[in-house]
C-alpha cells in the first residue's frame, strides 16, 4: 500500500509559467518531506525539504507547501524554464525506519518545460 | 556530482548469473542505502548499512545480499538473476541517518 502518492506521471508545461507538483501522503506522524529532482542517466538530487512544524519553505524559484490537515504537499516552480524538466520525486522521512527504510519515495512526475 | 560513485554504470547479463554491484559513499559519510527502481515504479528501498552493520531491511529478495566494508563502500550481490530483475540500481548516502541522502548514477541491469 502506497504511503506517499505523486497522481500525475507527468506534466507539461509552458516555459516562464508556474509548474505545480502534487504529492499525498497517508501517515499523519511522517515528519519531514523532501524532493528531489532525477535527470535521465543520473541519480536523484535533493531539492527542497520541509518540516511538518512549516507550511512553507521558499529556495529560490521553488517553494514547497505543507497542509497537513489534508495530508498535501505541492512543489511550486515559478517561473519554470526547460532546464527543469526532469522526474520529480517526494520523500517522505519515516522516522521508525524499519523495512520501508527512512525515506519513503512516491513514483515520481515527469515535468516537461516547453520552449 | 553527488560525491557518490557507482560501478559499473551498465551491466548486461543471463538468467541465472550472479552479479555485484559496487557504491562508494561521500567521503565523511557512514550510512549506504540501496534501492531499486523498476520500470514505472518509485525507488525501492533494499537496504541500510551504517558503519559496516545492517541497520535497516527493505523487501530485498533472499537471492539480494549486501555489505558494507571497513573503507565504508558497499556492495550490493543479486544471485540467480531473473528477467524481473531488470532495473536501475542506486546507491545513496548520508552522514548518519539523515534524511537527505546523496545518490549515485545509478547501476542499469538488464538481464536477458
Known amino acids: 500500500d502506497q504511503q506517499v502518492k505523486q497522481n500525475s506521471p507527468s506534466l507539461s508545461v509552458q516555459e516562464g509559467r508556474i509548474s505545480i507538483l502534487n504529492c499525498d501522503y497517508t501517515?499523519?506522524?511522517?515528519?519531514?518531506f523532501l524532493w528531489y529532482k532525477k535527470y535521465p542517466a543520473e541519480g536523484p538530487t535533493f531539492l527542497i525539504s520541509?518540516?511538518?512544524?512549516?507550511d512553507k519553505n521558499e529556495d529560490g524559484r521553488f517553494t514547497v507547501f505543507l497542509n497537513k490537515s489534508a495530508k498535501h504537499l505541492s512543489l511550486h516552480i515559478v517561473p519554470s524554464q526547460p532546464g527543469d524538466s526532469a522526474v520529480y520525486f517526494c520523500?517522505?522521512?519515516?522516522?521508525?525506519?524499519?523495512?520501508?527504510?527512512?525515506?519513503?519515495f512516491g513514483k515520481g512526475t515527469k515535468l516537461s518545460v516547453k520552449p | 556530482d553527488s560525491g557518490v560513485t557507482q560501478t559499473p554504470k551498465h551491466l548486461i547479463t543471463a538468467t541465472g548469473q550472479r552479479v555485484t554491484l559496487r557504491c562508494s559513499p561521500r567521503?565523511?559519510?557512514?550510512?549506504v542505502y540501496w534501492y531499486q527502481q523498476s520500470l514505472d515504479q518509485g525507488l525501492q528501498f533494499l537496504i541500510q548499512?551504517?558503519?559496516?552493520?545492517?541497520?535497516a531491511k527493505g523487501n530485498i529478495l533472499e537471492r539480494f545480499s549486501a555489505q558494507q566494508f571497513p573503507d565504508l563502500h558497499s556492495e550490493l550481490n543479486l544471485s540467480s538473476l531473473e528477467l524481473g530483475d531488470s532495473a536501475l540500481y542506486f546507491c545513496?548516502?548520508?552522514?548518519?541517518?539523515?534524511?537527505?541522502?546523496?545518490f549515485g548514477p545509478g547501476t542499469r541491469l538488464t538481464v536477458l
Open positions: 567521503s565523511g559519510d557512514l550510512s
Open positions: 501517515n499523519s506522524m511522517f515528519d519531514y
Open positions: 548499512y551504517y558503519n559496516g552493520e545492517e541497520r
Open positions: 520541509i518540516s511538518s512544524i512549516k
Open positions: 520523500a517522505a522521512s519515516n522516522p521508525w525506519g524499519g523495512s520501508q527504510g527512512n525515506l519513503i
Open positions: 545513496a548516502s548520508s552522514v548518519g541517518h539523515d534524511n537527505e541522502q546523496f
